[in-house]
């Protein structure tokens, strides 16, 4: 018990120094003044929400996505705007300009609508600084296809990841551009380069052994392999993306959030939910964890900070742990295997009706 409440305490200290270290008057106005922009994926509860909100209250420009409910954009664009506000209050007086949030209702589970939704913000922001993606579930379900084929879990933890990375792309691209352009101004976006983060298990999971055989995982569907595979395929996935020519100016991140007091679990049996529920006190806050995610990558790329450094053998993606160190790449991580993932992804999403090549 006392090594919990040292680890609770050692988090909680942590975490309030970053806080302490990015945010303030000088940042909150850089972000206000070069309009930084972020989408967050999954932004409604949990992880994301944290997230969402961390980054309204450094004075970005949100631009939300999560599953559309009755009321839900009234309330996440007041959330925001309420968090933006109260920054604004405390490091500047109120005055100081609010950044004017966004909502944009889809389910994640439909790869195209991911994609749409993503080309919705495209056409009113031709320039995004920061992904955040988040979405996910937690059951002990076997393979259930959505409408377009895919396996449920897959669809969360891995393809509509890469399909809004890829469809964003542009915009991150244009974030990179406007930087190096304006490198000696005070007005460049991000120093050191617009960031994509897939928040989901970098440097804890292991390999899928059996990616060639059964991508899909239809004949080999286990609560294991399916977190391994999408584990395994964000790397791989996010690295080809990182280490593609063009790309070089923009940070792709794999991170782990460690465990977090969420409403994760919430689609378990009630037996394996109460078990989950009584364990939740002892994780650290969403908020908190939002800082461990955004403090060493978004906001160091920001003020000009290096992010965690690649291990040995990692060329393009950034591998994070729960308290933003550097995690390792798995010993399947090799480049045929990026090729490969990367083929069968490409597959999938075209039959979705999403060109990513």
């Known amino acids: 018990m006392h090594t919990i409440i040292k680890a609770m305490v050692t988090s909680l200290l ?16 850089h972000a206000i003044n ?9 932004a409604t509860s949990g992880i994301g929400q944290g997230c969402a909100h961390c980054l309204a209250e450094q004075g ?9 409910r009755p009321g839900r954009a009234e309330q996440i664009v007041e ?47 031709p320039t995004i600084d920061v ?37 964003l792309l542009p915009a991150l691209l244009n974030s990179s551009a406007e930087s190096e352009q304006n490198s000696d101004s005070d007005s460049d ?4 380069g617009p960031v994509v983060m897939s928040i989901l298990s970098g440097g804890i999971h292991a390999p899928y052994e059996n990616y060639q055989q059964d991508f899909s995982l239809e004949k080999n569907y286990s609560v294991r392999n399916a977190a391994d595979a999408a584990g395994f395929y964000n790397d791989l996935g996010l690295d080809y993306m990182a280490c593609k020519k063009g790309n ?5 991140v794999h991170s782990s959030p460690g465990f977090v007091n969420t409403n994760w679990g919430s689609e378990f049996g009630t037996v394996l939910r109460c078990m989950v529920r009584m364990m ?30 690649r291990l040995v053998g990692n060329k393009g993606l950034f591998v994070m742990g729960e308290k933003g160190q550097s995690k390792s790449l798995t010993k399947m991580h090799t480049d045929e295997a990026k090729a490969f993932v990367w083929e069968k992804t490409v597959e999938v999403l075209k039959k979705a009706g999403i060109d990513i090549e």
Do not use: W
């Open 280 to 309: 939740q006190p002892l994780g650290k806050s969403p908020g908190d964890c939002a800082e461990y995610m955004l403090g060493p990558t978004v906001f160091a790329s920001e003020a000009g900070h290096d992010l965690p450094e």
């Open 14 to 29: 942590t975490s309030k120094a970053l806080r302490s270290k990015y945010l303030s008057p000088a940042s909150y106005h």
């Open 189 to 192: 976006r991000m120093k050191k």
């Open 34 to 42: 070069s309009n930084l922009k972020a989408v967050v994926i999954g």
């Open 79 to 125: 959330e925001l705007t309420a968090k933006s506000k109260s920054s604004a209050a405390v490091l500047g007086g109120v005055e100081v300009p609010v950044p004017a949030h966004e909502f944009y209702a889809t389910d994640a589970f439909s790869l195209q609508q991911v994609h749409q939704t993503a080309q919705e913000i495209l056409s009113k922001h």
């Open 60 to 68: 970005y420009t949100v631009l939300a996505i999560g599953r559309p």
């Open 131 to 167: 992904l955040v993606i988040t979405q996910g579930m937690a059951t002990t379900q076997g393979f259930t296809p959505t409408k377009e084929g895919n396996d449920e879990k897959m669809t969360l933890h891995y393809f509509s990841r890469i399909a809004i990375a890829n469809a």
């Open 248 to 252: 070089e100016k923009i940070n792709f």
